[in-house]
Structure formats: structure tokens, C-alpha cells
């Protein structure tokens, strides 16, 4: 990965409590083995989880200073962790999020940032690099590769372009979701099972997605979303 900008220097003595979120145990583990298994890195993994769910329970039940989130996770994804997570973000000694994600697409940056993290970094970040982001992100800084930082500074600085699109802001956070499953070919049971609804409930999305969007059946969902880069 590119050079973040982060200094792999840390206050002796100091402990960073992390919570590790990724759906697949061997790069959990990996990561572990790299960043959590030395005492002189001064990071503790205190914590793991493989979806959304687990990853609420966790990190409500350990409260850390960083969370190592994956944006593609069962369940609703990064953002959805952090949408249920709001309220930690914001407490007295708050929970940080930075975002370690094979992904480096605009949305995908732009989505958890929107949602809340303070940083986001690829999975081809060294081990001495992931230290120091995540003891820059513990502090309250934000950690990024140059070229993410650009999805970013594009996305909330831009002057040329509306800042929201008013369409996809009719939407609600579970709307959005569906939208964009359903956009990606998946069947309604498909859907319920990612994000823990029934399926009447995902029937009941989907219509309210037509009606809001004013589109008459899911293939023009889908162009409308592909059109929009959601997918």
C-alpha cells in the first residue's frame, strides 16, 4: 500500500484495545499474529467478529479504542456496524472505527466515513504501518492512503456538485441496503437471510424503493443503481 503518513513510533507502555471485524478467520487470525501477539507493538486484541451482529455484541461488551472493520461483512455490512454503533462514537471515552478493507472503491471509502469511521486503509498495509494507524486513529486522528484521501477531499469538499443526491436521500439506511442487494441479483430469501428480516419485510422495502424512486419493477432498480455506481 501506498505511504500512509504514520509514524511507526508508539509511547512505550501504552495499550490500544482493538476489536478485530472480518468475516474470514484466517486473516482475523493473521492479523492477530502481526499486530496483537507482540507485547511491544502495545496493541491488545481484545476482540473478534465475523458479521454484523457479532460485531455490535462485541465491541458494546469490550468498549475499545479501535475497531478494525471490514466494509463487506454479513449482515449489512461496515456501515451497518457502524449505524448501530452511533452512540459509542460519541461517548465520554469514545470507540474509534478504521475501516481495513480489501476495497478501494470511492463508495465503499466514502460510505464508512459518512457513516462514521476515522480512517480507512487496504489489506496490503505492512504490520508496522496498521500499529501506527491504528494508535493515530485512537488518538482522534484520520489515517488514510494519499489516493483513498482523494475519494474523501472529492466526496465532501467538491463545490461543482450537489452534496447529496436528493433521490437516493428519500431512502432510509434499510432502504438503501435492499436497494442495492437487489441490485446485485439477489432473490428476496437471499436478502432476508443477509440482513436478518423476513421476507415480507424485504417485500415491503422493495416497494417502498419503487414508490419513493417512481420505477415500476427491479430491472429499472437496477439500472438506477448501476447508474449511480451503488452496486
Not at 509511547?11 to 472480518?22: E, K, Y
Request: net charge negative.
Amino acid at each position: 500500500m501506498t505511504d500512509t503518513g504514520t509514524s511507526t513510533e508508539t509511547t512505550p507502555g501504552r495499550q490500544v484495545r482493538v476489536v478485530l471485524v472480518d468475516d474470514h478467520r484466517m486473516f482475523r487470525t493473521g492479523v492477530q499474529a502481526e499486530i496483537g501477539d507482540t507485547p511491544s507493538t502495545g496493541v491488545d486484541v481484545v476482540g473478534e467478529a465475523a458479521d454484523v451482529d457479532q460485531a455490535v455484541s462485541v465491541v458494546s461488551a469490550t468498549r475499545p479504542d479501535v475497531v478494525l472493520l471490514d466494509v463487506h461483512l454479513p449482515g449489512g455490512g461496515g456501515v451497518e456496524v457502524l449505524r448501530r454503533c452511533s452512540s459509542l462514537m460519541t461517548d465520554e471515552r469514545p470507540v474509534r472505527f478504521l475501516a481495513l478493507s480489501v476495497s478501494d472503491a470511492a463508495e465503499d471509502v466514502i460510505g464508512v466515513i459518512r457513516g462514521g469511521a476515522r480512517g480507512y486503509v487496504t489489506k496490503t498495509i505492512t504490520g508496522p504501518d496498521l500499529v501506527a494507524a491504528v494508535f493515530r486513529v485512537a488518538d482522534g486522528d484520520a489515517v488514510f492512503s494519499p489516493r483513498l484521501a482523494g475519494f474523501v477531499l472529492d466526496a465532501f469538499a467538491a463545490t461543482d456538485t450537489p452534496p447529496v443526491d436528493e433521490d437516493l436521500d428519500r431512502l432510509t439506511q434499510r432502504e438503501r441496503e435492499v436497494l442495492r442487494l437487489i441490485a446485485r441479483g439477489y432473490a428476496y430469501k437471499e436478502i432476508a437471510r443477509q440482513l436478518f428480516i423476513s421476507v415480507k419485510t424485504v417485500e415491503s422495502h422493495v416497494s417502498a424503493v419503487l414508490r419513493k424512486l417512481q420505477l415500476s419493477n427491479r430491472h429499472e432498480l437496477t439500472r438506477w443503481a448501476t447508474a449511480r455506481r451503488l452496486v
